[in-house]
């Protein structure tokens, strides 16, 4: 990171972290002192559509759902939409994309028949999001609820492992990224030692690494507010993950009060975290191989455009 805050492309997008070697499905590199920052945006009319969106609202990276995330059934990706979304993103230098696996699934399921259709919605999951070229795919490690902590994690691991097994991951620019989650009872991922553990069993048998998401930390009781809160809470993710293990920031002000555990999104600046701790971490360097998404409510038309633009000032100030 320079001294005026911005951040070399080269930086921002090393290999590995969005842009790989795999031109065709990132872009040419981010124009000098750019951040990755965008949101996540729908795909009604065809997944292409989603780049045409980000770049109307000034995003150079975005999120998506690759189907419908409250339906077990998907539809294959048209390999004609899928090269149309490859070169518009290179057209547009827009990357790297992430999709979002459906909010059904739940590998740690104690239920016999829901985590075998986890287990094939995931493979879905994955295979969609190779056929599309996005670089990662997000998933919540689930809930453990009628098990104990160690066996929903084991049951985490051993059910994605069915779903990527025998799945052909060479050459490609792709992720799993275990998101933290916003520490509910039951819930795997509340702590940072359980996303580490999940992502330290995977290794052997997926490329794999982290997403964070602010509003999750903040409820589930990690300060980020403080200055002296997110400097703890930076180490311990240093200690527990290793900074170049995050590969994603969910960008999410919080309607809820700190260590509340409730998962409510709100506006960028507008909640219980407030502006300044974006400003960190856009700034921080340790972070400066990462893309900054935001989940924000859309309330009102502009409001993706909003929280972006709100970002992107931060990253700037």
């Given at each position: 990171m320079a001294k005026d805050g911005t951040i070399d492309p080269q930086e921002a997008f090393p290999p590995g972290a969005g842009a790989g070697a795999d031109r065709s499905a990132t872009g040419p590199a981010a124009a000098p002192g750019t951040r990755r920052i965008g949101v996540h945006l729908s795909t009604s009319g065809g997944c292409w559509t989603a780049v045409d969106r980000a770049v109307e609202i000034g995003a150079n990276t975005f999120q998506i759902f690759s189907s419908s995330p409250r339906m077990w059934r998907a539809s294959a990706v048209k390999p004609a939409d899928a090269k149309k979304m490859c070169d518009l993103r290179a057209q547009f230098g827009v990357g790297p994309v992430a999709i979002h696996a459906s909010y059904l699934i739940n590998v740690c399921s104690q239920t016999d028949t829901v985590r075998a259709n986890s287990v094939a919605a995931f493979r879905g999951e994955v295979e969609r999001a190779l056929a599309l070229h996005a670089e990662f795919l997000v998933l919540h490690p689930g809930s453990w609820k009628g098990l104990t902590r160690d066996e929903g994690l084991r049951l985490a691991a051993q059910s994605i492992q069915r779903a990527v097994a025998g799945t052909d991951f060479a050459g490609a620019d792709f992720r799993i990224l275990i998101e933290n989650t916003a520490g509910a009872e039951f819930s795997l991922g509340g702590k940072l030692e359980q996303v580490a553990e999940l992502v330290e069993r995977l290794r052997p048998c997926a490329p794999v690494a982290v997403c964070l998401d602010t509003c999750h930390l903040h409820v589930a009781g990690y300060d980020i507010v403080s200055d002296a809160g997110y400097a703890d809470t930076m180490q311990q993710v240093g200690a527990t993950?290793?900074?170049?293990?995050?590969?994603?920031?969910?960008?999410?002000?919080?309607?809820?009060?700190?260590?509340?555990?409730?998962?409510?999104?709100?506006?960028?600046?507008?909640?219980?975290?407030?502006?300044?701790?974006?400003r960190c971490l856009l700034h921080d360097p340790r972070f400066a191989h990462c893309a900054f998404i935001a989940e924000t409510p859309v309330d009102e038309p502009g409001d993706e455009a909003r929280n972006v633009a709100a970002l992107r000032a931060l990253a700037a100030d």
């Open positions: 993950l290793g900074f170049d293990a995050v590969r994603v920031w969910h960008c999410n002000d919080a309607k809820a009060a700190f260590g509340s555990r409730l998962d409510r999104h709100q506006h960028i600046g507008q909640g219980t975290i407030g502006a300044a701790p974006f």
